[in-house]
């Protein structure tokens, strides 16, 4: 593809280029040259919201209800438009709790008319049985689907369930479509990133880069034997960060015939598309905030001679569509019998109020600092243990939840059990069943210091790896070096007073099973600077962390978000303190030099030593220059030579 407004154009073909960058015909013809549109609207990472949220200020944003009033409207605009999504269609609403047995997402997607989807890598949070039983229940379902196309992460050949499933469903590396003469190329990818955030999928996984190439060499024979303009569409579970780079990024730069990358995972949002060679990459924001339109202008040979592109807002301006609703509702009564009939709550119960808005969830995480609903969150984790453990209970020394698994936020007013589980919606646990469940760990004190370092240092480069806590006080300069930016911290005692962190002690951490199964990574992050190794009460390491999720009394796993729900439930009223920040998470930004250098670490003075060893050798530099200058400049040693005469 060849994005280029040509050389020559005339007056009339520059002022028609004026006039379709602005409202593109769906066809048109300039100089004789037949011109023809291919128009992409797309979406992904909408992870299971059917419904609108509140957006903080009053207002609502996403909802499918919605989405659908606007596809149906850009259709009748462009009929021979594709629709695609760039995938986590699942996981992020109480919806995802039948997943597995009535396949909601992909019959929403149909119903909607979607064309075509990849998988993300929250498609596989109940792992590949789980998903093999959801791609199963779509087509028993017998309702319309969008086409499945994956290229480089999947199952190994031994797992003949998940193949069984796959081809039921008929997942494809690849699909081609014909609209409006236009031939459509379609295929997907899982990236780098994405695979290890599915640490549970079982998928075997091809790196994108080879995959790629070799999935567009198999597009480009295809579709030359077909008449008419080609368009290969690359459905990127992968990512693009704020900055434009990322592994999509990398991607349109190593592989040549990509014309759109739709780029998922990293819930980027792009006002304008990144055109890297010849391939724009595009994304249009997670949660279904808003609906994405590329318009592609091309000639009768498939060069694109320019581009329209636009993200439509989904909000409350936009209506919702009555069938859409009706598909929603349909599914309410079936989440309540299969799954929160077991915690004897129901759908759109009120658990509780709250007389402000917490951070919404788009801002959440964007900026280092102590956040009000994390605290909330880990403060549950502390009540939902001691109700679990009730006289058996051991005091939970540091409850801690991880940026990157809080999806929801609460506005202002009634706070119902749909939002509660929107919040922690994430994975599942040994029981198979929906939600993340608590594990109990234990680490010592000098590797709780290192899990501060972690939230102070590496925030800035992963914002989902920033912690809120419960139990603990730490506070940061980021003026300082990296990994050594934590100046103090402290426990917290019940009674509000706080004691040292002493290293060698055993202190208890209750987190979520995917934040626990992450702790062991700090030290590949921090290049084992840090290190974090989970032990159990005896000191003796873990290795299998599902052997650590807290049970009910009945047996049941404590879910995270349930864990929240019944901490919201016996308040009634959201406590006041949860309004502002406590002093949990300090930043103290400083240059003075006492606060500097207090509480460095080895690696820490190591630098300093460093610095100051390259500072001498510098000023030793310096002065042996200067030294030498001044011998040239009075004729070198006075040995042997006498002075020279005065001539002032």
Not at 79 to 98: E, K, N, R, W
Not at 620 to 644: H, N
Request: net charge negative.
């Amino acid at each position: 593809m060849q994005i280029s407004l040509g050389k020559g154009i005339g007056a009339l073909a520059l002022a028609v280029l004026f006039l379709t960058a602005t409202v593109p015909a769906l066809a048109s013809e300039a100089d004789g040259q037949n011109m023809t549109n291919a128009v992409i609207l797309f979406t992904h990472d909408t992870h299971d919201h059917f419904l609108p949220t509140p957006d903080g200020e009053g207002g609502e944003y996403g909802g499918y209800t919605r989405l659908a009033t606007l596809l149906r409207q850009e259709r009748e605009r462009y009929p021979d438009a594709v629709t695609l999504d760039g995938g986590d269609f699942s996981m992020g609403t109480l919806y995802q709790s039948i997943y597995t047995t009535q396949a909601p997402e992909l019959r929403a997607l149909g119903a909607m008319g979607y064309d075509v989807t990849t998988l993300g890598n929250h498609e596989f949070d109940y792992r590949a049985g789980g998903l093999a039983e959801m791609l199963t229940a779509a087509v028993d379902s017998g309702d319309a689907l969008p086409a499945l196309v994956q290229a480089n992460y999947k199952p190994p050949q031994e797992d003949a369930a998940s193949w069984q499933a796959w081809e039921y469903y008929g997942v494809q590396d690849y699909v081609i479509l014909q609209r409006g003469g236009v031939n459509y190329g379609i295929f997907g990818l899982m990236g780098e990133v994405a695979d290890s955030n599915a640490p549970m999928s079982g998928m075997e996984f091809e790196p994108i880069v080879p995959a790629a190439q070799r999935t567009v060499a198999a597009l480009e024979e295809a579709l030359g034997q077909m008449d008419g303009p080609s368009v290969i569409v690359c459905l990127s579970h992968s990512g693009t960060n704020e900055k434009g780079k990322g592994e999509d990024y990398e991607l349109a730069r190593q592989v040549d015939g990509i014309d759109v990358i739709i780029s998922g995972h990293t819930h980027t949002t792009l006002t304008e598309p990144i055109q890297v060679n010849d391939t724009l990459i595009v994304s249009a924001g997670a949660y279904t905030a808003n609906l994405g339109e590329l318009v592609l202008e091309l000639d009768r040979d498939g060069t694109v001679s320019g581009y329209h592109y636009q993200l439509f807002p989904v909000d409350e301006t936009v209506s919702e569509d009555p069938a859409m609703k009706a598909l929603a509702n349909q599914f309410k009564p079936l989440v309540e019998q299969e799954y929160l009939s077991q915690f004897d709550l129901s759908f759109d119960q009120v658990l509780a109020e709250t007389e402000f808005s917490f951070t919404p969830i788009e801002q959440f995480g964007a900026e280092h600092r102590e956040d009000p609903l994390g605290n909330l969150i880990a403060d549950s984790y502390v009540y939902a243990v001691q109700q679990a453990e009730g006289e058996d209970y051991i005091p939970v020394d540091f409850a801690v939840v991880a940026s990157g698994v809080i999806r929801g936020s609460f506005a202002a007013g009634e706070i119902t059990t749909s939002d509660a589980f929107n919040v922690s919606s994430l994975g599942s646990g040994a029981d198979g069943s929906p939600g993340y469940p608590l594990i109990s760990v234990w680490i010592t004190g000098r590797e709780l210091k290192d899990a501060f370092e972690v939230d102070a240092s590496v925030t800035a480069l992963m914002p989902e790896a920033q912690i809120y806590g419960a139990g603990m006080t730490w506070e940061w300069n980021p003026h300082r070096m990296i990994f050594n930016k934590v100046t103090d911290c402290a426990q917290i005692l019940s009674d509000g007073s706080t004691a040292p962190i002493e290293d060698e002690r055993l202190y208890r951490v209750v987190t979520g099973l995917y934040t626990g199964q992450m702790l062991g990574t700090v030290n590949d992050k921090s290049f084992g600077i840090l290190a974090i190794t989970p032990k159990d009460a005896q000191g003796n390491v873990i290795t299998d962390y599902e052997a650590q999720i807290i049970h009910n009394r009945n047996g049941s796993e404590v879910k995270e978000w349930y864990a929240l729900a019944s901490y919201l439930q016996s308040m009634g009223q959201v406590d006041a303190r949860y309004a502002a920040a406590e002093g949990r998470k300090v930043e103290n930004a400083t240059w003075n030099p006492l606060n500097l250098l207090k509480n460095l670490n080895l690696f820490g003075w190591l630098a300093v030593v460093l610095v100051v060893l390259v500072l001498l050798l510098v000023i030793f530099l310096v002065v042996r220059l200067t030294g030498s200058k001044r011998r040239r400049r009075y004729g070198g040693s006075r040995k042997g030579r006498g002075y020279r005469p005065y001539r002032g």
